[in-house]
C-alpha cells in the first residue's frame, strides 16, 4: 500500500514489509505441515477458520480497517466451533497413530468404496461445474463463485492429504533410519502428488479473488477448505472410525459452528457492498473523471514538456532520425570523424573492434578504436561510460585499456547486487549495475541518443544478424543545449550514481532519465493523444499489484475515453513474443511471460473501466514482427502520438528501467515536428512491405487484421494471450565462463 501511494519507494518486493511477510508465510507453511504430522486431518480442518480472525485484526491493526459487529460475531463462532472439535477429539479418546510407508498404503488402498469413490464423485463434480462455467462464460456469476471456492476448497483437501502422507513417511523413515524409502515409487507419487493438487488449487484461488475479490471469496473459500480436509480424513484415514456417537455428533456440531462463523463474513460483504452502493450510486458517476484523472496523475503536465525540434538555421545539427542499423552505424562514423573538441560516450554492450559500415569511401573499414584514435590524435578530448557485462562476453576496462590511447577517460558503474554464485543465475550483469544509457555527444553540440550498441547482434533493416535473426533499431540525433551539456559531463565523473528519483540526477528537457520520469512522460503523450498512439518496445510489462508503471492503463484509459465520446482512436503496440538470445534463464523466462502479463493487463484494465474486450481490441493491437518466418527482434523503444510527438529512448517498459532503482540507468529524447510523421510512416511502410505510400490508420489495421476480400499483409504478426516461447529471436548468446575479483572499495576504481 505504501508503494501504491509513493512509487519512488520503487516495487513492493523491495520493502522491509514484504519481505517480513514473506518470512511470516514461510514460517506459517512450515508450521503447517508440521502440524499435520502431529493432528490427524479431520481435526485440525476447522483451524483453517482461524485464518480468517488474524486477517481481521491484521486488518484493524496494521491496514487501519474496521472491526465490526460482523467480524466479532464470526470470531466468536469460530473460536466456539474450534473449541467444541478439540473438547470432541479429547472427549474420544483416540490415541495418535503414526504410520509406515506400508500401513499407509495399506490404509489408502483397503476394500473399501469410498476412497475411490470420493475422489471420481468430487472431481465429476467440479469437471462439470467448471465446464459450465467456461461455455457459459460466467465470469462473474454466482455459479461461478461457488465453482471456484469449492474446486479450490477440495483441490486444498487433496494437497493436505498428499503432504500429511509424505509426513508421516517422513516421520516413520526418521525413526527407522530407513532412507531407502524415500526411492519407493509410491512415495514419490505421493511427493508428486502435492504440486499436482497444489497448482490447481492456487489458479482457482487466484481466478476467484480476481472475479469475486477478497471479501466475497474467501469466507466461501475458507468453508469448502473446512469441508475439504474434512472430507479427506474421514475417508481417507478413516480417523472418526473409533470416534463414540456422542463424540462425533459433537465434532460435527462444531464444524457447522465453524461454517457459520465463516459465513456470518459473507453477509458483512453483501451489507458491505450494498451500502456502499447505496450511497455512492450518484457520487461515483459524477466523481469518476476526477478518479481517472488522480489515478493517472503525473508530476508535470503534457504543456511543460520540452521537445527536441527542427534548427533554425544550422543545418549540421538539425533533427534526424536513424531508421535501422547501419543508418546509425553511419552516423557514427559521421560524428566522430566530424569531433574537434570533445566526444562523450555512453554505450552498454559495445564491440569496439566492429568495423563500422559507412556508404562514405574515405572512412570505410574503420572501428570505433581506429576512429577514436584518429580524434586523440586531432587534440579531441573522449570521455567512455562503459559498462562492462562478463555475461554477454563484452570487453572488461582492462581490455579496452589496452586498445585505447592512454588519453581516454573511462568511467564505469559497479553494483551491490550481491555474492556471485547467487547473481551469476539471477542477473545478466552479475557484477556490475545496468548503466544502460546510450548516447554519443559531439563538440558539445550534438547528441545522438539510441538504444543502439554496436556489435555483431545489431544488423541493417532485415539483414540476419550472425546469429540468424533480424533486428530492429532507431537513433535520434539533435542539437545539445548548454543544459544538456553540462548533465552529460556530469554524468562521465567519477562519483558514485545515485538514485535518480531519491536525489534528482535526472537530465533537463528534452532528455528523459530516471525516477519515474519518463513513466510520466510515456503517460502524458498517452493521455493527450488525438487519434493515435504507436508504442514499439522490446519488454513490455505493465499493470497489476508487483508493476506501478501505468502504461497499460493509459492506454486503456484513453481508448475507453474516445469509446465514451465516439472518437475514431487507434493503438498499436509492437514487442517481442520471446527472446531466446538473453544468456541468463530468468531474463528469458521474464521476457517470454511479460509479455502475456501486459495482455491480461489490458484486459483487466478494459474491464475496469467498462470496456468489452471487442471494444478494447477493435482500438487496439498488439504484434510482434518477423520476416520469412524468423522473427525481427523490436529493439527500436519509441512512443509516437498523433504522428507529432515522439519519444526514443534505452527503456524496456517495466518497472526495474522506468524507475531507475536498484540499478539501471536509462536515457530518452522527447522531439516533435515533421520528422516524427515522416519517421511514422516510414516505419509503416517498412513493417507493411511498401515504399512511399501514406497510411491511415484505418488502412493499417485493415493490412494487420485483413478484410473479408483481403489477406493479412506485411510483417506485423498479431499478438495472442497464452503464448509460448515460439516467435522469439533464435540462436543464442554464448555465455561465458564466470569469473569474480575484487576491485577495490572505490566502486569506480578501474580495473587492471
Known amino acids: 500500500m ?20 514473506l518470512v511470516l508465510l514461510i514460517m506459517g507453511t512450515i508450521s503447517a505441515i508440521i502440524n499435520l504430522g502431529i493432528l490427524g486431518q479431520a481435526i485440525q480442518a476447522p483451524f483453517a477458520a482461524l485464518t480468517l480472525i488474524y486477517s481481521a485484526l491484521l486488518g484493524r491493526f496494521v491496514l487501519h480497517e474496521s472491526f465490526g459487529l460482523y467480524d466479532l460475531l464470526s470470531s466468536a463462532l469460530i473460536i466456539v466451533g474450534v473449541g467444541v472439535d478439540l473438547y470432541a477429539a479429547e472427549l474420544a479418546h483416540v490415541p495418535p497413530k503414526s504410520y509406515t510407508l506400508k500401513s499407509l498404503g495399506r490404509l489408502l488402498t483397503r476394500h473399501s468404496v469410498f476412497p475411490l469413490g470420493y475422489t471420481v464423485i468430487v472431481l465429476t463434480y467440479a469437471t462439470l461445474l467448471l465446464r459450465r462455467v467456461r461455455i457459459a462464460n460466467l465470469q462473474r456469476h454466482p455459479v461461478t463463485l461457488l465453482a471456484f471456492s469449492s474446486c479450490a476448497g477440495i483441490m486444498a483437501g487433496f494437497t493436505s492429504l498428499a503432504t500429511k502422507s509424505v509426513v508421516e513417511v517422513a516421520k516413520s523413515a526418521r525413526k527407522h533410519q530407513d532412507w531407502l524409502v524415500f526411492l ?17 488449487q492456487l489458479f482457482f484461488l487466484n481466478k476467484g479473488l480476481e472475479f469475486f475479490g477478497t471479501l466475497k471469496f474467501i469466507p466461501l473459500y475458507q468453508a469448502f477448505i473446512i469441508i475439504g480436509n474434512l472430507s479427506c480424513g474421514l475417508v481417507f484415514y478413516n480417523e472418526m472410525a473409533s470416534y463414540s456417537s456422542t463424540a462425533l455428533t459433537c465434532f460435527m456440531g462444531g464444524i457447522m459452528i ?12 453483501d451489507v458491505e457492498n450494498n451500502g456502499a452502493d447505496a450511497r455512492c450510486s450518484n457520487t461515483v458517476l459524477l466523481d469518476h473523471k476526477s478518479k481517472e484523472k488522480k489515478r493517472l496523475a503525473t508530476d508535470f503536465t503534457f504543456e511543460q514538456m520540452e521537445w527536441a525540434t527542427e534548427s533554425d538555421t544550422s543545418t549540421t545539427n538539425e533533427l534526424r532520425v536513424c531508421r535501422d542499423f547501419r543508418e546509425c552505424q553511419e552516423a557514427i562514423v559521421e560524428l566522430l570523424v566530424s569531433a574537434r573538441k570533445s566526444i562523450y ?39 567512455i561510460l562503459y559498462n562492462p557485462v562478463r555475461d554477454y562476453g563484452t570487453d572488461s576496462i582492462a581490455d579496452l585499456r589496452r586498445i585505447l590511447p592512454r588519453e581516454v ?22 557484477r556490475y549495475a545496468f548503466h544502460h544509457q546510450k548516447y554519443l555527444c559531439v563538440d558539445e553540440e550534438t547528441i545522438m541518443v539510441t538504444g543502439c550498441d554496436v556489435n555483431t547482434e545489431r544488423e541493417g533493416w532485415l539483414r540476419k544478424n550472425h546469429l540468424a535473426y533480424y533486428w530492429h533499431e532507431l537513433s535520434v540525433i539533435c542539437r545539445c543545449t548548454p543544459d544538456m551539456v553540462s548533465w552529460v559531463q556530469s554524468n562521465h565523473k567519477p562519483a558514485e550514481k545515485r538514485y535518480y528519483d531519491q536525489f534528482v540526477e535526472y537530465p533537463p528537457f528534452p532528455l528523459v532519465s530516471g525516477g519515474w520520469r519518463e513513466e510520466n512522460c510515456i503517460v502524458n503523450m498517452i493521455m493527450n493523444a488525438k487519434h493515435s498512439v ?27 475515453q474516445a469509446r465514451n465520446k465516439g472518437e475514431s482512436f487507434y493503438a ?28 491480461e493487463q489490458l484486459e483487466e484494465c478494459a474491464i475496469d473501466y467498462g470496456l468489452t474486450l471487442n471494444e478494447l481490441w477493435k482500438h487496439l493491437q498488439v504484434g510482434r514482427l518477423e520476416h520469412d518466418g524468423v522473427s525481427i527482434k523490436v529493439h527500436s523503444n519509441i512512443l509516437i502520438v498523433d504522428g507529432k510527438y515522439a519519444l526514443r529512448s534505452s527503456s524496456n517498459l517495466a518497472d526495474r528501467s522506468l524507475s531507475a532503482r536498484p540499478n539501471d540507468t536509462e536515457l530518452g529524447l522527447l522531439f516533435s515536428g515533421p520528422r516524427v510523421s515522416e519517421l511514422q510512416q516510414d516505419l509503416l511502410n517498412m513493417y507493411l512491405g511498401t515504399i512511399g505510400k501514406n497510411y491511415s490508420w484505418n488502412q493499417v489495421f485493415q493490412c494487420i487484421r485483413g478484410t473479408a476480400t483481403k489477406k493479412p499483409s506485411g510483417l506485423i504478426i498479431p499478438l495472442e ?10 540462436g543464442g548468446r554464448v555465455k561465458v565462463s564466470y569469473k569474480t575479483t575484487n576491485i577495490g572499495a572505490n566502486k569506480h576504481e578501474y580495473e587492471t
Open 2 to 21: 505504501r508503494v501504491a501511494r509513493d512509487s519512488s519507494l520503487g516495487t513492493a518486493t523491495m520493502q522491509t514489509a514484504f519481505l517480513g511477510g
Open 184 to 200: 519407493n515409487p509410491f512415495f514419490i507419487l505421493l511427493v508428486i502428488a502435492i504440486p499436482c493438487a497444489l497448482v490447481p
Open 258 to 269: 465453524t461454517i457459520c462463523g465463516v459465513c456470518v463474513l459473507l453477509v458483512k460483504g
Open 345 to 383: 560516450y555512453s554505450t552498454f554492450l559495445c564491440d569496439f573492434t566492429q568495423v563500422l559500415d559507412t556508404t562514405n569511401e574515405k572512412h570505410m573499414d574503420n572501428t570505433f578504436v581506429s576512429l577514436v584514435c584518429d580524434a586523440v590524435k586531432r587534440g579531441v578530448d573522449v570521455h
Open 409 to 430: 577517460h573511462f568511467a564505469c558503474s559497479v553494483s551491490d547486487l550481491g555474492p556471485g554464485w547467487f547473481t551469476r543465475y539471477l542477473s545478466n550483469n552479475s
Open 534 to 560: 504507436q508504442l514499439e518496445n522490446q519488454i513490455m510489462i505493465s499493470g497489476g499489484s508487483l508493476q506501478h508503471n501505468r502504461v497499460c492503463s493509459a492506454i486503456v484509459a484513453r481508448i475507453s
Open 572 to 599: 498499436l503496440i509492437l514487442t517481442n513474443a520471446a527472446q531466446k538470445d538473453e544468456p541468463s534463464f530468468l531474463a528469458r523466462s521474464y521476457c517470454s511471460l511479460s509479455i502475456q502479463w501486459s495482455l
Open 721 to 730: 494471450k497464452k503464448i509460448g516461447v515460439r516467435g522469439g529471436a533464435t
